[in-house]
């Protein structure tokens, strides 16, 4: 299918714990490199989701990360 964006299944949720936590989404590939960023206020929560182009999500900022493996409080 034309446009359809492939997922591997693997979630994570995240919730800030202060105001101005950054979400860098980083590609697949070859060579990784960041494509998206969003800014997260505190108490806001973000679900995202790997796909094809979605390699790893890197946190800056103090925030509550929940995955299948467990909770995750990063910044400490």
């Known amino acids: 299918?034309?446009?359809?964006i492939e997922t591997t299944?693997?979630?994570?949720v995240i919730k800030a714990l202060?105001?101005?936590?950054?979400?860098?989404g980083l590609t697949r590939g070859k060579d990784t490199k960041f494509h998206h960023t969003e800014k997260l206020d505190?108490?806001?929560v973000m679900i995202v989701q790997f796909t094809e182009?979605?390699?790893?999500?890197k946190i800056r900022g103090r925030a509550e990360l929940y995955t299948k493996h467990g909770?995750?409080?990063?910044?400490?």
């Open 71 to 76: 909770k995750i409080i990063t910044g400490e």
């Open 18 to 24: 202060e105001n101005g936590v950054t979400l860098i």
């Open 1 to 4: 299918m034309s446009g359809t």
């Open 9 to 12: 299944g693997d979630y994570l």
């Open 42 to 44: 505190r108490g806001e």
């Open 53 to 57: 182009h979605t390699a790893a999500v």
